[in-house]
């Protein structure tokens, strides 16, 4: 699979093979795609030099996490740069201390996390939920990206509400929609779907259609009462 690694990409990881359109399965085909197979892929790590001034961010970011008693190998899974950006992947149990470390060293200074979203991989097992925060610091004019995983049996991640409160609707948000549960948020509770909603309805393994929806009149049924391409 050379020939389809991104320039500036050292090598990617298969996550998962799609089959069908939207992966739907037990249900009619009505998308006329039902042959349709396509890999899901990400960047895999990548290796120094890493160019667009990101070696010195890393090392400014290894060497204040060292100083800090945490070392960035214990921290940090994998580094990605990928399209111009560079992802730190984080092991959720050291999120709140690397966090803390991107505020308030001088030499980072990312005063600003722009949200978190989060992402489903049902097929990546022990890997199937991913929290992703972009980071912003005004100071330096750099952005950076962290993403941490958690798995579906367990889908605790630390709050980082104490260190960015304006992160607050955001993992409501990402808890409503996706099942992730931000330990220590001050009241996480859901934000867009009524209170007694059953489930998280931007998970992929939540079931499309049966819900009865009208536009001006029009039910939508679920995906096998509708009509078939044959």
């Known amino acids: 699979m050379t020939d389809i690694v991104p320039d500036g990409v050292q090598s990617i990881d298969l996550v998962a093979v799609h089959r069908g359109a939207f992966g ?130 367990d889908p605790h991640i630390p709050s980082i509400v104490a260190l960015y409160p304006s992160n607050d609707w955001h993992e409501r948000e990402t808890w409503d929609f996706f099942g992730i549960v931000f330990d220590g948020h001050p009241a996480l509770t859901r934000i867009e779907m009524p209170d007694d909603w059953v489930g998280h309805p931007q998970r992929k393994d939540y079931p499309l259609g049966g819900i009865p929806v009208e536009y001006k009149g029009a039910t939508i049924p679920p995906p096998d009462q509708r009509r078939a391409y044959t």
């Open 24 to 153: 739907v399965a037990g249900s009619g085909d009505t998308s006329g795609f039902g042959g349709l197979v396509a890999p899901v892929l990400m960047p895999g790590p990548s290796t120094r030099p890493y160019g667009d001034g990101f070696d010195a961010l890393a090392d400014e970011l290894e060497l204040s996490l060292a100083a800090r008693g945490l070392p960035a190998h214990s921290a940090i899974e994998k580094v990605v740069v990928d399209r111009g950006e560079i992802t730190f992947h984080v092991r959720r149990e050291h999120l709140v201390e690397f966090v803390r470390t991107l505020r308030d060293e001088p030499g980072l200074r990312f005063e600003m996390c722009m949200g978190v979203s989060g992402v489903h991989y049902p097929l990546e097992e022990g890997r199937e939920l991913h929290a992703v925060y972009p980071f912003l610091s005004v100071t330096h004019n750099r952005r950076l990206r962290v993403e941490v995983s958690a798995p579906d049996s």
